[in-house]
Structure formats: C-alpha cells, structure tokens
C-alpha cells in the first residue's frame, strides 16, 4: 500500500517511522527537506513538493503546525491526488478549518478524513495513539489497515468539526492539570511542603493520574526535553478560545491558564515541554528551586 506523509516534523516523522516499520510503501515531503532525509535510509521516498508526494498515493498522512501550514499546503492539494485516495490529517486545528477542508475535498471528490490524535511520538511507535476519526464511513474504513498499526483506539464522527473540538477540550484539560499541579508545587514549596511527599499523596489519592506523576517528576527533576511544547499549548488554546468566542461559550478558566502559558513562552520556553510553564508559577511565588 502507498503511503505518502505530509509534514516531518515531530509527529510526521514518527508517522512515516511506523509506516516503515509495518512494512508500506513510503513517500515523504516536508517543506525543510533536511528533516526528512533520514527517512531514506529506512526506506522512504522523498518528493520535491506535496503535489508530488501525493499523485501515487492511497493514502497520504498530514500532520503540519497549525491552521496557516494547513491552508497553505492542504488546500490546493486535491487536485493532485487520485481519485479513489484518501488524505488523512491528524494536525491539531480549528474546528472551522476542518470543516473547510473537509468541503473543499467533497467539492473536488476527493476523500478526506480530519482525525486529530491524543498521544505523541511515543505513542505512535508504540502503535497506541488515541485517535478522533472523522469522515465518510468508507473514507474511514479504507484508513483501518494505517489505524490498526497506529491506533490503540478509534473513536468515529461525522462531522470533522466535532472531532477537532474534542481535541481541543482534551488539551486544555491537559493545560489545566498541569497548571493546577505546578501552582500546588509553587505553594507547598513556599510553605515548606516536601515535593516528593506531595507526589506521593496526590498519587494515593483519588487525584491520582499518569500525568501527574510523569510531569510532576519532569519538574522535579528540570527535565523540559519536550515533544509537544509550550508554545503548541498556546496555540491550541487560542483556538480554543476563538472557537468558543464563535459559538457563544465562556472560558474564563482557560483565557488566565493561557495567560500562564503566554508568559512561559515569552520568558524564553516556548520550545520546552509544557511542563515548563511550572517554572512561571515558582517565579511568581518567589521561588528559587534547590
Ligand atoms: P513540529 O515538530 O513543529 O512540526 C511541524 C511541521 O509543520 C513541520 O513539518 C513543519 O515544517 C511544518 N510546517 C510548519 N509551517 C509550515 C508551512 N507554512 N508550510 C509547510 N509546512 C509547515 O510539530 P509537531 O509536534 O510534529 O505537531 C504537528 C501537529 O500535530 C500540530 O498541529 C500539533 O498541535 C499536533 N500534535 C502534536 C503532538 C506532539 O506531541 N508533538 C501531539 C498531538 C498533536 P518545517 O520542518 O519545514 O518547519
């Protein structure tokens, strides 16, 4: 089976990675040829352009920044794909703009499914990525042999707007546990609280979560090594907040949280893992970590 990928950045590369490794046929483009190169030597195909890329291709896998790499790259692509291929995105965007997409692809008969994915790199070597599905049932159903090897689980939706606000509400739960978690660490520090111990508790009780103890430790230990940045938080929360400003809803909650994040990155760790925005919240309790 064909494969082309769209995008090697972090989540593009382990993507085309994993096609490798089960076995597809691979071709790569990304706009900075140098991250793709590597894949030639596990097998891949390079193309010059996207168009190139996608004219042999069953299915072509984007994952590209944000809504402006989308528009750029996914719009005037159709056209250049066969008739019977599907392009898949998994990039974190706009509700609008998957619903864009997904019109723009019907009206020149093309399939395309927007399905934005819970997990990062490591999940997608693994094979168990979360993914939000959203297409035509066929369009779909011709990605299930890409899915299986991606995906631990699937979950499908018609409309490509629902899946991509999913998305979105799973981030900025993500960009709330981890501020409530580093303003608790901030706190006890200040009042002498042992961090470690309040791990422990937080671990033993209900509050209990796999990112509380992954995180919580990458800030004890000032680790920020990151796949998935401050900066990408503050972008999915402004779409965040845009597309609940389009459909009437307050977030007064997420607006500070992303006052929070908007600090961290002008501080200098836009391109730290999130958990680095800790680091704004010991700053402001006058905090100076041992
Ligand atoms: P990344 O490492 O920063 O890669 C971004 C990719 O987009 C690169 O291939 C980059 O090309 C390309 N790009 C940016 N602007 C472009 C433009 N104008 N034209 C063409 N290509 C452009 O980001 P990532 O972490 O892989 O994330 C990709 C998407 O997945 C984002 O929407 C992100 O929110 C989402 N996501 C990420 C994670 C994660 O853990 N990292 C998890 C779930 C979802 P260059 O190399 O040339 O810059």
Redesign the pocket.
């Known amino acids: 089976m064909k494969i082309s990928v769209i ?6 590369f382990a993507l085309a990675d994993r096609m490798l490794f089960s076995g597809f046929d691979v071709t790569a483009w ?3 040829s140098s ?1 793709a190169d590597p894949l030639v030597t596990k097998g891949a195909a390079l193309a010059a352009t996207p168009s190139e890329a996608v004219s042999g291709a069953q299915i072509v896998l984007s ?4 809504d ?2 989308l528009r ?2 996914l719009l005037p692509l159709p056209g250049h794909m066969p008739a019977d291929a599907v392009l898949c995105d ?4 706009s509700p609008g703009l998957a619903e864009e997409l997904a019109s723009t692809y019907a009206a020149a008969g093309r399939m395309f499914v927007h399905a ?6 490591r999940q997608i070597a693994e094979g168990s990525l979360l993914v939000f599905a959203s297409g035509s049932q066929h369009a779909v159903d011709v990605l299930d042999p890409v899915l299986g090897v991606l995906a631990r689980r699937v979950w499908r939706f018609d409309e490509p707007g629902r899946a991509a606000a999913l998305k979105l509400a799973c981030n900025m739960m993500i960009a709330g546990m981890i501020c409530a978690l580093s303003q608790s660490l901030a706190y006890g520090a200040k009042l002498g609280v042992d961090p470690e111990l309040f791990l422990d508790v937080i671990q033993s009780s209900n509050l209990a979560s796999p990112m509380y103890q992954s995180k919580g430790r990458q800030i004890l230990d000032r680790n920020w090594a990151a ?3 401050v900066d ?1 938080i503050v ?2 929360i402004t779409l965040a907040l845009d597309s609940a400003e389009e459909a009437g809803v307050q977030m007064p909650v997420i607006a500070v949280i992303r006052q929070m994040f908007a600090a961290a990155s002008a501080s200098g760790f836009g391109h730290e893992d999130y958990s680095a925005v800790s680091k704004v919240f010991e700053e402001i309790a006058g905090i100076t970590p041992g």
Do not use: H, Q, Y
């Not at 998994?90 to 965007?93: E, N, V």
């Not at 934005?116 to 790199?121: D, E, H, R």
């Open positions: 995008g090697t950045g972090t989540m593009g990304n706009r900075s991250k994952s590209l920044k944000d402006a790499a750029e790259v998994t990039s974190t965007i934005p994915v819970l997990g990062s790199k796949n998935f940045f990408n972008k999915d």
